[in-house]
């Protein structure tokens, strides 16, 4: 999890930095914030180093136009969706240039939008132009494909009746925690989806929505913004769902019972969904241009919104404060390029925005240099000064500043000492930084590859170190926890686990899970489902190689 230093505010971008020449359709930050991915009109994607602002990797694996990419929780997978029907997932720490294939998922209509899940990218929700979203696992345990339908009045038994009356799905999104899916209708309704069960869970109205083109979650997934026809943004706070779902972390069992429910085969009935109309706690609109918008972006620490304007004569980004209870506080101009995408930064003050014509800028927040706090005696002036020295003023020459052997007796003025001084201590200078660099030269550099920045792991995920009071299950069975440094068993050479007392889980069960031997604590059987079968997408566990091309001899 990345956590927001509390005692550095961020502020928001007023200035265009550099503009990247990438011919995209959009453009996404990853979540170490180093890189930006871009899709393109012919099908490809491409991978922008911020540092250098230059393109690393090309991603040509379509025909048709990307329609979305998605950075998996440590940036080592690169969802692309497109037009062409397909979504595929590109292993970055490939040393191929372009990577390789990891998995490609294909569809019976092209694909609007695609996500990974935020704890394991195996899990993929998809939207496709007919309306219809997918919940996609291919984790071998459970490997499926789930359609998300409404739960309307006049279903049976999980039956088709209401399928004309189901609303057409627009939009769909993972909240933070993945835990459940946010759908927005053409009606203006938001449905919840439980992500494990794959069911449908609560519907809320929203009053004078209309069709619902957009979803954008906060950092800790306690507020929601939405996009809709009507040309305004919404904000709100993110209901509990504790209460609707069976085994809620109130009434949890202990890790040394828990077993995982398998996802349900039937759908609720209309009576099991939570029904409740949303009242947006702000909204934000352009009430004298009455603009639409084309995406909006939350800022890491969640207290500023940016808003793309759907503008056909201008490049503008709205920026609202939060924290002063959602005051709009300017309108960056970034030319006459109209706006057709945005993301924020995920840990700095920094927004990219690309224009109609594939151009990328990026905005940031410029800092006054202040010299003047190295040294207080001195001044800080708008324009040089000619300085006109005083008589004698630099002619004293300090006694500590001289080697012992050339400290004179009596301490002389003279010309003659101080350019003797000031050899020496070049000749010194030089000598030193010669033997650093013959040093340095000698030493072993890799030139192929270089370690991505990534998050820390999550508490408690697959992800991170083995603790001695955990237990990680694996293919080939569960691994026993180590207390003091051996392997804890029940006294006949069996680990604890390997039993199933009372119905608890056994060495050969599907589904198994991770849990603390030696802790009474209640554990969330949704992030256990998410984190069962992990990928390979660990923090420092992968490298980028660098590919650099030869020069060509002129």
Request: some cysteine; hydrophobic content about 30%.
């Amino acid at each position: 999890m990345n956590y927001i230093d509390p005692f550095h505010t961020l502020s928001h971008p007023t200035a265009i930095q550099t503009t990247l020449p990438a011919t995209a359709l959009f453009c996404k930050f990853d979540p170490s914030g180093r890189f930006l991915a871009t899709g393109r009109h012919n099908g490809a994607a491409e991978i922008w180093d911020l540092e250098t602002k230059n393109e690393i990797r090309c991603l040509d694996g379509h025909v048709k136009p990307v329609t979305s990419v998605d950075w998996s929780r440590n940036s080592r997978y690169l969802l692309t969706s497109s037009k062409d029907w397909n979504i595929v997932v590109w292993d970055l720490a490939s040393p191929y240039d372009p990577p390789q294939r990891h998995n490609t998922l294909r569809f019976d209509a092209p694909v609007v939008s695609a996500s990974f899940h935020p704890k394991n990218s195996r899990i993929i929700l998809a939207l496709l132009t007919t309306g219809e979203a997918y919940l996609c696992d291919s984790r071998k345990a459970s490997k499926s494909r789930t359609q998300l339908k409404e739960v309307v009045e006049g279903e049976r038994g999980g039956g088709d009746g209401g399928s004309s009356r189901r609303s057409y799905i627009t939009t769909a999104r993972f909240d933070p925690s993945g835990k459940h899916i946010f759908i927005g209708t053409s009606n203006g309704t938001l449905l919840v989806f439980r992500t494990r069960t794959k069911t449908m869970i609560a519907r809320h109205k929203i009053s004078g929505a209309n069709v619902m083109k957009g979803l954008e979650f906060t950092k800790c997934g306690r507020r929601l913004v939405t996009n809709s026809s009507d040309r305004t943004l919404r904000q709100f706070t993110v209901p509990s769902y504790a209460h609707l779902e069976g085994n809620s972390s109130s009434s949890l069992p202990s890790p040394q019972n828990c077993v995982p429910s398998p996802p349900s085969s039937t759908s609720p009935s209309p009576q099991d969904i939570w029904e409740q109309d949303l009242e947006p706690t702000h909204r934000f609109n352009d009430p004298i241009n009455k603009t639409a918008w084309h995406t909006m972006s939350y800022s890491p620490d969640g207290e500023w919104l940016a808003g793309g304007a759907a503008d056909s004569a201008a490049h503008k980004v709205y920026i609202w404060d939060l924290s002063n209870d959602g005051l709009f506080v300017s309108a960056l101009d970034g030319g006459r390029e109209p706006l057709t995408h945005l993301h924020w930064h995920p840990k700095k003050s920094i927004i990219g925005s690309t224009t109609n014509l594939g151009n990328v800028h990026i905005w940031h927040c410029p800092n006054p240099e202040r010299w003047g706090a190295f040294a207080g005696g001195f001044e800080e002036v708008d324009e040089n000064v000619e300085y006109e020295e005083r008589e004698s003023e630099f002619d004293i020459v300090s006694t500590s500043l001289l080697p012992i052997s050339l400290l004179p007796s009596t301490f002389l003025e003279n010309e003659r000492i101080t350019q003797l001084i000031a050899e020496t201590r070049i000749q010194e200078d030089e000598a030193v930084i010669l033997e650093r660099k013959m040093k340095a030269e000698e030493e072993d550099v890799d030139i192929d590859s270089f370690v991505v920045a990534t998050s820390p792991p999550i508490s408690g995920g697959l992800a991170g170190p083995v603790t001695r009071d955990q237990s990680v299950t694996s293919d080939r069975g569960p691994t026993p926890a180590l207390v003091n440094g051996t392997t804890n068993t029940n006294g006949n050479g069996h680990h604890p686990m390997d039993t199933k007392p009372n119905g608890t889980l056994a060495a050969g069960d599907d589904n198994k899970m991770l849990v603390d031997t030696n802790s009474n604590s209640t554990v969330d059987p949704d992030t256990l489902w998410a984190e069962e079968d992990p990928d390979d997408d660990v923090p420092g566990g992968w490298r980028m190689r660098v590919l650099m091309e030869d020069e060509e001899d002129e």
